[in-house]
């Protein structure tokens, strides 16, 4: 089939959820559209087909003939640029994802939000705080609804959270504002090397006018610029500009400068990872002139999003919390490091699942801080290595079979005042649909515990 009568001939990649809406965006210009999938025709598929008859669809592989002819490639995050095939055309024509385009035909400010962990929480923060300052904005990208049908005429400003496999396919992005939250190992299975993984996720910056920069992490800075504004947030005390945490008389403030903006037990999301989030939101809302006053009260009111270190009960005296998203070393890390201010040495962790290729020798040095680790899932023995180790191992390391039998053991070494924390560290694809499943299930077991 020939696709080289039209002005433009686009051939996208990947039939999922990001495939369509690019679709849907191409078809919308009029171009000429093939769609082509790796994975064989489901009845998704199928009816994906049915809805678009005047595209040409190719399903179980890349149709080679297709792509030459195309103008443009246009690439769901999904399809992993390293195969053989895109390398070449690479080399002669423009590989393209949903950000790239989206950062073509925006023409009002945006955030763009990348890390390892926390982003999601950043993104919802920030267009909360947008919205309760009266501006009118909307979120989405890799969170959500993707970038590409966000775009409408009365949007004010849009918050973007971007992933670095998005982040692959996008040449100058240009946001208003951007920044690296952090950087820790993750998707080892689809870069190479760490090196790969940072070259992605700080292309974000590229073009940015302004920068928000994590102080703490040497990975996550941009490559600076003298035309460009960079703030900073920290863990510690703040720099004059700069947005950190500050001790007061044993309590704890979010603070710019010297100036306390809010204690942190005002704050409905815990753990002091999420105080970092809090900060970054707060430098990301600066950058775009919102009012300080009212960033702070949607602050207050912000309740997190499920499955991200969320409260799930207590039962005897245990506090049990679910933080199934933490799909990654670095997310757990930053849970265990963010509740051990208030559950010093009384954490029971449960961790588990298929780890990506990932070192879990990080996440192992955190046995200071818990009183025991129960372990389950695909990489179980992976994790046990790791643990057992590590120069000072676990008081209590059990492996289960399922995460059922894991909360179980954590339970028997819980007393009162302890923590619970589901923080998996790795995909949940072994033994659930997904980390929202895997949530779900174990707040449903959480809740069996009180009847």
Request: proline share 3%.
């Amino acid at each position: 089939m020939s696709i080289l009568a039209a002005d433009k001939a686009v051939a996208i990649i990947g039939a999922g959820v990001t495939g369509q809406s690019l679709l849907r965006y191409a078809r919308s210009r009029a171009y000429q559209v093939v769609l082509m999938d790796t994975r064989p025709e489901t009845l998704a598929f199928t009816q994906l087909k049915q809805a678009w008859p005047d595209v040409a669809f190719h399903f179980g592989g890349l149709h080679e003939a297709w792509l030459q002819q195309a103008d443009e490639i246009w690439v769901s995050p999904g399809i992993d640029l390293r195969h053989a095939l895109l390398r070449r055309l690479a080399e002669e024509k423009p590989l393209r994802g949903d950000i790239d385009l989206f950062s073509e035909s925006v023409t009002v400010p945006f955030a763009a939000i990348t890390g390892s962990n926390g982003k999601s929480t950043v993104t919802t923060l920030l267009q909360a705080m947008a919205e309760a300052c009266g501006v009118r904005s909307v979120a989405g990208g890799n969170l959500g609804t993707p970038a590409l049908d966000l775009l409408q005429p009365e949007i004010e400003l849009y918050v973007l959270e971007v992933s670095s496999f998005q982040l692959e396919t996008t040449r100058h992005l240009a946001a208003t504002a951007a920044t690296v939250l952090n950087l820790s190992q993750d998707h080892m299975d689809r870069y190479d090397n760490m090196l790969a993984y940072h070259n992605a996720k700080i292309r974000v910056f590229n073009g940015a006018r302004k920068m928000v920069l994590n102080r703490d992490d040497p990975l996550a800075q941009a490559p600076l610029s003298r035309d460009r504004a960079a703030i900073g947030f920290t863990s510690r005390e703040p720099e004059p500009s700069d947005y950190g945490l500050r001790n007061e008389d044993g309590q704890w403030y979010l603070a710019k400068g010297r100036t306390l903006l809010l204690s942190t037990s005002a704050l409905k999301i815990q753990g002091r990872h999420n105080w970092l989030n809090a900060l970054a939101a707060l430098a990301l809302a600066e950058q775009f002139e919102l009012d300080q006053g009212s960033c702070l009260a949607a602050l207050k009111q912000y309740n997190g999003l499920p499955h991200r270190c969320a409260f799930v009960s207590e039962v005897d005296g245990v506090v049990f919390i679910n933080d199934s998203k933490a799909t990654n070393v670095g997310a757990a890390l930053a849970a265990v490091d963010g509740f051990s201010t208030e559950y010093s040495g009384r954490i029971h962790l449960l961790c588990g699942g298929d780890g990506k290729g990932q070192d879990f020798a990080p996440l192992a040095k955190s046995s200071r801080l818990l009183a025991s680790v129960h372990l389950y899932g695909r990489d179980a023995v992976l994790l046990q290595g790791a643990f057992s180790a590590a120069s000072e191992r676990p008081r209590s390391l059990t492996i289960s079979s399922d995460l059922a039998s894991a909360l179980e053991a954590a339970r028997e070494e819980a007393r009162a005042g302890d923590l619970i924390l589901l923080s998996p560290a790795c995909a949940s694809f072994d033994q659930f649909s997904g980390y929202e499943d895997r949530g779900d299930r174990f707040a449903a077991m959480v809740k069996g515990l009180r009847e």
